[in-house]
């Protein structure tokens, strides 16, 4: 039966609008896979729209539908799109089938069987380690990550052979490895085999009117686990009541009292190590590759959800040991003795607490100086007071101006209404023309750069910065 993911797959041509978006470029590496032309436009360039392009995707960044090519069998937006885009409106008024980033995912997943992680942290770094688990035991999946493994260097893993569906089970022979993204309630077109909520912290309330709302679309997403499937999420949680679908719900944590939870840990060199307690064994002598008491949390989800699937105990040790991590979570750049340079996606006030903590927890003596670029107007308005107590965890405050993202400016909300509610000793608010300056005046010891906007562009210019200040003290 030809199901609407194999009428994409039969696309000779796609564009992709906003294609430089993590979800977006992976759902673009996917069907260009399959065979697909990909054109595309972004609003600026980026190592991962390089890639693209070097891939063989065809990619403008000027909003100009003279470089539209002709013949576009599907567009595929992004919601950071606005309506009045030059481009989409052309591809509306030409009637080119239009399609949300997540309603195309939605689609593609529904040919596979499905494992989704959902959460407001954490679901990045568990989707690419349950991926990363999945290749290592040798299984036939593909996988849309959000952010770029670095096991892989990519957002996508193609899978071995396309799958075959067991039209009685409505499974398949090839799991698809998604995150479940709650912005824009995306995560409602994807219906699970196995699902994992990491956790719901208040977030995107542009998009949900309140809290209640924001618990509402995760106990809906929760509730399209499939029948026969399984549910685990972090003990705590709102989801006991869900206990009396047609599917088995599992719950984990880093305390007992739950399904799966690890117990003897020991950190040994900056990792962990430890036994991980399974409702019907011990799986002992396990070592993370990452470093990070969160990233041990997110561990014990990817783990709980290969035990559900029946992955063998050998490839979970090995698979765990071997993980690299996702760029940008957590990334160490820089390990000397005197000085350490990590980069984080952290732009939610429990994100960037559980950072500046694991930091803290391995250089307890040692400085520590964050760099952070608020992301959105409406997110730095909602949780001001929260991101003050965060960031005060610091010794020393660097802060850039607000990365406005699809937002238009909000009157009166900006960098130094967060900077006036910080109390550290040293704390500065500064431009991108003057930030590097900024840095080497404060000679860190740590340095820690935070956010989700163009703070991603940093890296390299600080490694460099960090380069030229050893060759002139030698």
């Known amino acids: 039966m030809l199901t609407r993911s194999m009428i994409f797959r039969n696309c000779k041509s796609v564009y992709f609008l906003g294609i430089g978006g993590i979800g977006m470029s992976a759902i673009a590496r996917y069907s260009h896979f399959l065979g697909a032309q990909i054109y595309g436009y972004d609003k600026t360039p980026t190592t991962l729209t390089d890639e693209l392009v070097a891939e063989g995707m065809v990619i403008h960044f000027e909003e100009n539908v003279d470089l539209i090519p002709g013949d576009i069998d599907l567009v595929v937006y992004t919601p950071a799109i606005p309506q009045e885009h030059k481009e989409l409106k052309h591809f509306l008024e030409m009637k080119v089938p239009v399609r949300k980033r997540s309603e195309v995912l939605g689609m593609i997943t529904r040919d596979f069987t499905t494992l989704a992680v959902a959460g407001t942290h954490g679901k990045t770094t568990t989707s690419a380690l349950i991926a990363h688990i999945l290749r290592t035991a040798g299984v036939n999946m593909v996988a849309f990550l959000g952010g770029i493994s670095k096991n892989y260097a990519s957002n996508f893993l193609a899978p071995?052979?396309?799958p075959e569906t067991?039209?009685?089970?409505h499974t398949t022979n090839c799991y698809a490895v998604a995150e479940a993204d709650e912005f824009d309630r995306s995560f409602l077109q994807l219906y699970p085999q196995v699902a994992i909520i990491t956790s719901m912290d208040d977030d995107h309330l542009d998009i949900y009117k309140n809290s209640d709302d924001l618990r509402e679309a995760f106990i809906e997403f929760a509730s399209q686990t499939q029948p026969g499937g399984v549910l685990i999420f972090k003990k705590g949680l709102p989801f006991e009541s869900l206990k009396h679908q047609e599917y088995s719900v599992k719950t984990y944590s880093l305390e007992g009292g739950s399904d799966y939870y690890p117990r003897n840990i020991r950190n040994v060199k900056g990792l962990f190590e430890f036994d991980l307690v399974t409702p019907d064994e011990v799986l002992e002598e396990i070592t993370l590759g990452l470093p990070g008491?969160?990233?041990?949390e997110n561990a014990i989800a990817a783990c709980a959800l290969a035990v559900e699937i029946?992955?063998?105990?050998?490839d979970i040790k090995e698979a765990l040991k071997s993980y690299t991590g996702v760029r940008r979570r957590f990334d160490f750049h820089i390990q000397t003795d005197d000085f350490v340079y990590i980069d984080d996606y952290a732009h939610h006030p429990a994100e960037i607490s559980a950072c500046i903590r694991a930091v803290r927890e391995?250089?307890?003596a040692k400085k520590i100086t964050g760099v952070f670029q608020p992301h959105l107007f409406s997110r730095t308005?909602?949780?001001?007071d929260l991101f003050a107590r965060s960031l005060e965890l610091l010794d020393e405050v660097i802060l850039l101006e607000i990365y406005p993202a699809r937002e238009k400016p909000i009157p009166g909300v900006n960098s130094q209404m967060l900077l006036d509610r910080i109390n550290v000793h040293r704390k500065?608010?500064?431009?991108k023309e003057n930030f590097l300056s900024e840095l080497q005046a404060l000679n860190p010891e740590v340095l820690l750069t935070m956010g989700a906007g163009d703070i991603d562009q940093w890296p390299e210019k600080i490694i460099q910065l960090y380069m030229k200040k050893q060759v002139s003290t030698k």
């Open 428 to 431: 500065i608010l500064c431009t």
């Open 160 to 162: 071995i052979c396309f």
């Open 362 to 364: 391995i250089y307890p």
């Open 310 to 314: 029946g992955i063998s105990e050998k």
């Open 381 to 384: 308005r909602d949780f001001l």
């Open 166 to 169: 067991d039209q009685k089970s």
């Open 293 to 296: 008491r969160f990233n041990l």
